[in-house]
Protein backbone atom coordinates (compact mmCIF):
# COMPACT_ATOMS: atom_id res chain seq x y z
CA UNK A 1 0.00 0.00 0.00
CA UNK A 2 1.66 3.17 -1.12
CA UNK A 3 1.39 6.16 1.97
CA UNK A 4 -0.88 8.45 0.97
CA UNK A 5 1.05 12.29 0.43
CA UNK A 6 -1.25 13.91 2.67
CA UNK A 7 -0.82 10.88 5.54
CA UNK A 8 0.55 12.46 9.03
CA UNK A 9 3.75 11.05 9.30
CA UNK A 10 2.75 8.97 12.67
CA UNK A 11 0.11 7.59 10.40
CA UNK A 12 2.94 4.99 8.52
CA UNK A 13 2.80 1.77 9.78
CA UNK A 14 6.34 1.85 10.32
CA UNK A 15 6.72 5.15 12.02
CA UNK A 16 6.58 3.72 15.86
CA UNK A 17 9.20 0.52 15.49
CA UNK A 18 12.19 2.70 16.28
CA UNK A 19 11.52 6.05 18.44
CA UNK A 20 11.56 8.34 16.28
CA UNK A 21 11.97 12.06 16.96
CA UNK A 22 10.18 14.68 15.17
CA UNK A 23 11.14 17.89 13.87
CA UNK A 24 8.65 20.81 13.40
CA UNK A 25 8.51 24.50 12.58
CA UNK A 26 5.22 26.36 10.98
CA UNK A 27 3.48 23.83 8.51
CA UNK A 28 6.73 21.56 8.28
CA UNK A 29 7.33 18.67 9.80
CA UNK A 30 10.14 15.38 9.90
CA UNK A 31 10.46 12.20 11.33
CA UNK A 32 13.82 10.78 11.67
CA UNK A 33 14.66 7.32 13.02
CA UNK A 34 18.40 7.14 14.70
CA UNK A 35 18.41 2.82 14.79
CA UNK A 36 17.63 3.09 10.75
CA UNK A 37 20.78 4.94 10.47
CA UNK A 38 19.10 8.83 11.08
CA UNK A 39 17.08 7.48 8.30
CA UNK A 40 14.33 10.62 7.56
CA UNK A 41 10.75 8.58 7.38
CA UNK A 42 8.46 11.43 6.78
CA UNK A 43 8.93 14.76 5.36
CA UNK A 44 6.00 17.09 5.28
CA UNK A 45 6.23 20.87 3.54
CA UNK A 46 3.81 22.53 1.87
CA UNK A 47 0.87 20.53 3.22
CA UNK A 48 2.59 16.94 1.76
CA UNK A 49 4.12 13.93 2.67
CA UNK A 50 6.79 13.81 0.05
CA UNK A 51 8.49 10.58 0.43
CA UNK A 52 7.65 7.07 -0.48
CA UNK A 53 7.17 4.02 1.91
CA UNK A 54 8.05 0.66 0.58
CA UNK A 55 5.01 -2.06 1.13
CA UNK A 56 7.61 -4.96 0.58
CA UNK A 57 10.46 -4.19 2.75
CA UNK A 58 9.25 -3.86 6.82
CA UNK A 59 11.65 -1.62 9.05
CA UNK A 60 14.38 -4.15 10.28
CA UNK A 61 17.53 -3.65 12.40
CA UNK A 62 20.08 -3.03 9.60
CA UNK A 63 23.08 -5.32 9.01
CA UNK A 64 26.38 -3.58 8.46
CA UNK A 65 27.48 -5.25 5.14
CA UNK A 66 23.83 -6.53 4.05
CA UNK A 67 22.47 -5.58 0.48
CA UNK A 68 20.68 -2.37 1.15
CA UNK A 69 18.29 -2.84 -1.63
CA UNK A 70 17.09 -6.13 0.00
CA UNK A 71 16.90 -5.08 3.17
CA UNK A 72 16.57 -1.70 3.99
CA UNK A 73 15.37 0.15 0.73
CA UNK A 74 12.08 0.90 3.07
CA UNK A 75 11.93 4.32 1.15
CA UNK A 76 12.60 7.87 2.83
CA UNK A 77 15.29 9.67 3.00
CA UNK A 78 18.96 8.21 3.88
CA UNK A 79 22.49 9.36 3.18
CA UNK A 80 25.04 7.34 0.77
CA UNK A 81 28.97 7.84 1.76
CA UNK A 82 31.54 6.81 1.18
CA UNK A 83 29.76 4.98 -2.02
CA UNK A 84 26.49 4.35 -3.13
CA UNK A 85 26.63 1.45 -5.02
CA UNK A 86 28.81 -1.67 -3.75
CA UNK A 87 32.11 -1.99 -5.34
CA UNK A 88 35.77 -2.96 -4.49
CA UNK A 89 38.45 0.61 -4.41
CA UNK A 90 40.96 -0.35 -7.61
CA UNK A 91 44.08 -1.59 -6.99
CA UNK A 92 45.40 1.52 -7.83
CA UNK A 93 44.24 3.78 -5.11
CA UNK A 94 46.87 3.94 -2.54
CA UNK A 95 46.00 2.54 1.15
CA UNK A 96 41.98 1.62 0.12
CA UNK A 97 43.62 -0.68 -2.88
CA UNK A 98 40.78 -3.65 -2.88
CA UNK A 99 39.25 -2.58 0.19
CA UNK A 100 35.09 -3.87 0.01
CA UNK A 101 32.58 -1.03 0.69
CA UNK A 102 28.90 -2.02 1.12
CA UNK A 103 25.76 -1.27 -0.74
CA UNK A 104 24.57 2.70 -0.40
CA UNK A 105 27.74 3.00 1.69
CA UNK A 106 28.22 2.42 5.30
CA UNK A 107 25.71 5.18 7.33
CA UNK A 108 22.43 3.45 7.04
CA UNK A 109 23.32 0.45 8.70
CA UNK A 110 24.68 2.39 11.58
CA UNK A 111 23.19 4.04 14.29
CA UNK A 112 24.78 7.14 14.63
CA UNK A 113 25.20 9.44 17.65
CA UNK A 114 22.22 11.98 17.75
CA UNK A 115 21.80 15.03 20.02
CA UNK A 116 18.97 17.65 19.33
CA UNK A 117 17.90 20.57 20.23
CA UNK A 118 16.37 24.25 20.28
CA UNK A 119 18.02 27.49 19.32
CA UNK A 120 16.00 31.42 18.40
CA UNK A 121 15.27 30.17 14.92
CA UNK A 122 13.90 26.76 16.08
CA UNK A 123 14.34 22.88 16.29
CA UNK A 124 17.14 20.65 15.32
CA UNK A 125 18.29 17.42 15.10
CA UNK A 126 22.57 16.70 14.94
CA UNK A 127 23.37 12.94 13.99
CA UNK A 128 27.06 11.99 13.88
CA UNK A 129 29.16 9.02 12.22
CA UNK A 130 32.40 6.81 12.48
CA UNK A 131 33.90 5.30 9.38
CA UNK A 132 34.30 1.31 9.42
CA UNK A 133 36.20 0.72 6.89
CA UNK A 134 37.80 4.08 6.05
CA UNK A 135 39.13 7.05 9.01
CA UNK A 136 36.68 9.77 8.70
CA UNK A 137 33.69 11.11 10.83
CA UNK A 138 31.01 12.28 9.12
CA UNK A 139 27.71 14.73 10.36
CA UNK A 140 24.62 15.89 9.36
CA UNK A 141 21.99 18.37 11.08
CA UNK A 142 18.59 19.23 10.35
CA UNK A 143 17.44 22.45 11.37
CA UNK A 144 13.59 23.67 10.94
CA UNK A 145 12.65 26.99 11.48
CA UNK A 146 9.66 28.80 12.47
CA UNK A 147 8.70 29.37 8.85
CA UNK A 148 8.69 25.99 8.35
CA UNK A 149 12.22 26.03 6.05
CA UNK A 150 14.51 22.62 6.24
CA UNK A 151 18.18 23.45 6.46
CA UNK A 152 20.45 20.39 6.10
CA UNK A 153 24.33 21.58 6.84
CA UNK A 154 27.19 18.41 6.40
CA UNK A 155 30.65 17.80 7.28
CA UNK A 156 32.97 15.33 6.27
CA UNK A 157 36.46 14.96 8.29
CA UNK A 158 39.76 12.38 7.24
CA UNK A 159 41.19 11.40 10.32
CA UNK A 160 43.84 9.29 8.95
CA UNK A 161 46.96 10.24 7.48
CA UNK A 162 46.43 9.37 3.41
CA UNK A 163 43.70 10.84 1.37
CA UNK A 164 40.94 9.48 1.22
CA UNK A 165 38.32 9.03 -2.10
CA UNK A 166 34.39 9.08 -1.78
CA UNK A 167 31.40 10.07 -2.86
CA UNK A 168 28.69 11.59 -1.55
CA UNK A 169 24.53 11.29 -1.98
CA UNK A 170 21.47 12.25 -0.30
CA UNK A 171 19.22 9.40 -1.09
CA UNK A 172 15.24 10.84 -0.87
CA UNK A 173 12.89 8.53 -2.60
CA UNK A 174 9.34 9.99 -3.59
CA UNK A 175 6.27 8.22 -5.33
CA UNK A 176 6.01 8.98 -9.31
CA UNK A 177 2.78 9.91 -10.34
CA UNK A 178 1.43 11.16 -13.66
CA UNK A 179 1.36 14.02 -12.15
CA UNK A 180 5.15 14.26 -11.31
CA UNK A 181 7.23 17.26 -12.61
CA UNK A 182 11.07 17.82 -12.63
CA UNK A 183 12.68 21.10 -12.33
CA UNK A 184 16.14 20.88 -13.18
CA UNK A 185 18.76 23.44 -14.45
CA UNK A 186 18.34 23.46 -18.86
CA UNK A 187 21.09 22.13 -20.76
CA UNK A 188 22.98 20.57 -17.68
CA UNK A 189 24.82 18.06 -19.15
CA UNK A 190 23.21 14.34 -18.46
CA UNK A 191 24.81 11.32 -18.36
CA UNK A 192 23.24 7.55 -18.14
CA UNK A 193 24.54 5.49 -15.40
CA UNK A 194 22.05 2.65 -15.88
CA UNK A 195 18.99 1.33 -17.82
CA UNK A 196 16.66 -1.05 -18.17
CA UNK A 197 13.24 -1.45 -20.45
CA UNK A 198 14.64 1.92 -21.78
CA UNK A 199 17.43 2.84 -24.38
CA UNK A 200 19.05 5.74 -23.71
CA UNK A 201 22.45 5.04 -25.67
CA UNK A 202 24.05 2.86 -22.50
CA UNK A 203 26.25 3.33 -19.90
CA UNK A 204 27.85 6.65 -20.52
CA UNK A 205 25.62 7.88 -23.30
CA UNK A 206 25.34 12.11 -22.92
CA UNK A 207 22.19 14.26 -23.19
CA UNK A 208 20.93 17.68 -22.04
CA UNK A 209 18.09 18.07 -19.88
CA UNK A 210 15.16 17.58 -20.27
CA UNK A 211 15.47 16.03 -23.53
CA UNK A 212 16.92 12.70 -23.63
CA UNK A 213 17.08 10.68 -26.92
CA UNK A 214 15.57 7.44 -26.23
CA UNK A 215 14.67 4.31 -28.33
CA UNK A 216 15.82 7.06 -31.24
CA UNK A 217 13.29 9.60 -30.61
CA UNK A 218 13.14 12.82 -28.28
CA UNK A 219 11.81 12.57 -25.43
CA UNK A 220 11.20 15.15 -22.44
CA UNK A 221 12.35 13.54 -19.23
CA UNK A 222 10.95 16.34 -16.91
CA UNK A 223 7.44 13.85 -17.27
CA UNK A 224 8.93 10.95 -16.42
CA UNK A 225 5.15 9.27 -16.43
CA UNK A 226 5.18 10.25 -19.65
CA UNK A 227 8.36 8.97 -20.98
CA UNK A 228 6.73 5.50 -21.07
CA UNK A 229 5.80 1.92 -18.94
CA UNK A 230 7.87 -0.15 -17.54
CA UNK A 231 11.87 1.29 -17.58
CA UNK A 232 14.02 2.39 -14.72
CA UNK A 233 17.11 4.33 -15.89
CA UNK A 234 20.01 6.35 -13.38
CA UNK A 235 20.87 9.64 -14.35
CA UNK A 236 23.24 11.95 -13.23
CA UNK A 237 23.57 15.75 -14.26
CA UNK A 238 26.38 17.83 -13.84
CA UNK A 239 26.00 21.11 -12.71
CA UNK A 240 27.78 24.70 -12.92
CA UNK A 241 28.00 27.38 -10.27
CA UNK A 242 24.50 28.95 -10.36
CA UNK A 243 22.82 25.71 -11.26
CA UNK A 244 22.41 24.54 -7.66
CA UNK A 245 18.44 24.25 -7.49
CA UNK A 246 15.90 21.73 -8.51
CA UNK A 247 12.19 21.51 -7.92
CA UNK A 248 9.95 18.55 -7.84
CA UNK A 249 5.95 19.62 -8.80
CA UNK A 250 3.10 17.28 -7.96
CA UNK A 251 -0.99 18.71 -8.22
CA UNK A 252 -1.39 21.62 -5.90
CA UNK A 253 2.37 21.29 -4.18
CA UNK A 254 5.84 21.96 -5.04
CA UNK A 255 8.98 20.86 -3.27
CA UNK A 256 12.34 23.44 -4.01
CA UNK A 257 16.30 22.40 -2.96
CA UNK A 258 18.80 25.00 -3.32
CA UNK A 259 22.29 24.39 -2.47
CA UNK A 260 25.92 25.98 -3.86
CA UNK A 261 26.43 23.75 -6.45
CA UNK A 262 30.63 24.39 -6.41
CA UNK A 263 30.24 22.33 -3.32
CA UNK A 264 27.96 20.08 -4.47
CA UNK A 265 28.48 19.44 -8.24
CA UNK A 266 26.25 16.79 -9.21
CA UNK A 267 22.52 15.49 -9.13
CA UNK A 268 21.72 12.13 -9.30
CA UNK A 269 18.42 10.88 -10.45
CA UNK A 270 16.79 7.75 -10.38
CA UNK A 271 13.28 6.83 -12.17
CA UNK A 272 11.49 3.91 -11.41
CA UNK A 273 8.19 3.63 -13.35
CA UNK A 274 7.62 -0.08 -12.71
CA UNK A 275 10.91 -1.27 -14.30
CA UNK A 276 13.00 -2.44 -11.42
CA UNK A 277 12.59 -4.60 -8.90
CA UNK A 278 15.75 -6.15 -6.83
CA UNK A 279 13.61 -8.93 -5.65
CA UNK A 280 13.11 -11.81 -8.65
CA UNK A 281 9.31 -12.05 -9.56
CA UNK A 282 8.53 -9.29 -7.50
CA UNK A 283 6.66 -6.19 -8.70
CA UNK A 284 8.83 -3.33 -9.41
CA UNK A 285 8.44 0.02 -7.84
CA UNK A 286 6.70 3.37 -8.50
CA UNK A 287 9.17 6.26 -7.33
CA UNK A 288 12.09 8.08 -7.81
CA UNK A 289 15.10 9.50 -6.33
CA UNK A 290 16.20 13.21 -6.31
CA UNK A 291 19.42 13.34 -5.39
CA UNK A 292 22.02 16.38 -4.83
CA UNK A 293 25.07 14.55 -5.07
CA UNK A 294 28.95 15.09 -4.71
CA UNK A 295 30.73 12.92 -7.32
CA UNK A 296 29.50 10.35 -9.81
CA UNK A 297 28.31 7.92 -10.58
CA UNK A 298 27.15 5.50 -8.05
CA UNK A 299 30.36 3.28 -6.94
CA UNK A 300 33.17 4.38 -6.10
CA UNK A 301 35.08 2.09 -8.32
CA UNK A 302 33.71 3.59 -10.91
CA UNK A 303 33.89 7.06 -9.99
CA UNK A 304 38.12 6.93 -9.55
CA UNK A 305 37.87 5.18 -13.15
CA UNK A 306 36.05 6.09 -16.18
CA UNK A 307 34.00 8.58 -15.18
CA UNK A 308 36.72 10.55 -13.17
CA UNK A 309 34.05 11.60 -10.72
CA UNK A 310 35.24 11.08 -7.64
CA UNK A 311 36.43 13.46 -4.68
CA UNK A 312 38.86 13.36 -2.17
CA UNK A 313 39.51 14.63 1.38
CA UNK A 314 43.14 15.06 1.81
CA UNK A 315 44.76 14.08 5.72
CA UNK A 316 42.84 16.09 8.45
CA UNK A 317 40.53 18.31 6.11
CA UNK A 318 37.13 19.03 6.75
CA UNK A 319 34.81 19.34 3.44
CA UNK A 320 30.99 21.21 4.51
CA UNK A 321 27.97 21.68 2.27
CA UNK A 322 24.68 22.08 2.69
CA UNK A 323 20.91 21.87 0.98
CA UNK A 324 17.59 23.72 1.99
CA UNK A 325 14.40 22.50 1.05
CA UNK A 326 11.48 24.47 0.99
CA UNK A 327 7.60 23.38 0.11
CA UNK A 328 4.98 25.74 -1.11
CA UNK A 329 1.36 25.24 -2.92
CA UNK A 330 1.26 25.56 -6.53
Known amino acids: MQQNPAMSDHSSPHATLHSPLSLQGGPTRLTIIPALGAKVSAMVLGGRQWLWTSDVIPYRDPVDGASYVETADTGGYDECFPTVGACDVPLDVPHYAGLQLPDHGELWAQRPDVERGRDARGEWVAARWHGRRMPYRFGRTIHVDGAGVVTMRYHAVNDGGDPLPFLWSSHP ?30 AGAEHRWPMLRAGGR ?3 FSRPDAVGAGYACKLFLDLRAGDGRAAVEEVGARLDVEFDARRVPNFGLWLNRRGWTPFAGGTPYLNFGF ?22 LQPGETREWGLVWRGSGV
Do not use: M, N
Open 291 to 312: EPCIGAPDTLSDALGPWEGAHW
Open 218 to 220: EVD
Open 173 to 202: LLPLTPATRLRLPAGARVRVYAQHGIDLGG
